[in-house]
């Protein structure tokens, strides 16, 4: 079984899923600073000078060490702009990668070189044309 396991964790397959992960985790806070840093403050200055985040309907006050409970709609927009911005970005990166592939793929493949013997023989053609 533990065989098993490396053979399968060794592939190159998984290899890969793990490093598009890692980046990913990378990119996402990346997009999530762009997100609440630079895009988030102007609309909330749009819409008064309040943060999305902030945004929340009370359904029932807080009592004693009862907490408040919300339903912070605000919340889910900021995660709705964050989602929105992602796919985007991924959709651009997507976009590229098949346009390197296509143009990749549209490239004619350099003919393969005569064999050696094709060669030697061209040359004693072109010696006997030029005899004759």
Same mark, same amino acid.
């Given at each position: ?7 399968? @964790?060794m ?8 490093v ?24 909330g ?12 309907l009370?359904?029932?006050e807080? @009592? ?10 605000? /919340?889910?927009? /900021?995660?709705a ?7 985007? @970005? ?12 296509r ?9 393969? @070189?005569?064999?050696? /013997?094709?060669?030697?023989?061209e ?10």
């Open positions: 079984m533990l065989k098993e396991f490396r053979e399968f @964790a592939r190159g397959n998984v290899v890969d899923m793990a598009g992960i890692i980046i990913g985790g990378a990119f996402g806070k990346i997009v999530s600073s762009m997100v609440n840093d630079v895009l988030m403050p102007p609309l200055l749009l819409v008064g000078g309040m943060d999305f985040t902030k945004f929340a009370t359904l029932k807080a @009592a004693g060490d009862v907490p408040a409970v919300t339903l912070r709609y605000g /919340q889910f927009i /900021q995660n702009v964050d989602f929105l911005i992602v796919a985007f @970005a991924i959709f651009l990166l997507i976009k590229g990668m098949n346009r390197l592939r143009k990749a793929e549209e490239a004619p493949a350099a003919p393969p @070189a005569p064999p050696k /013997q094709e060669v030697l023989l040359e004693i053609r072109d010696l006997l044309k030029s005899r004759g």
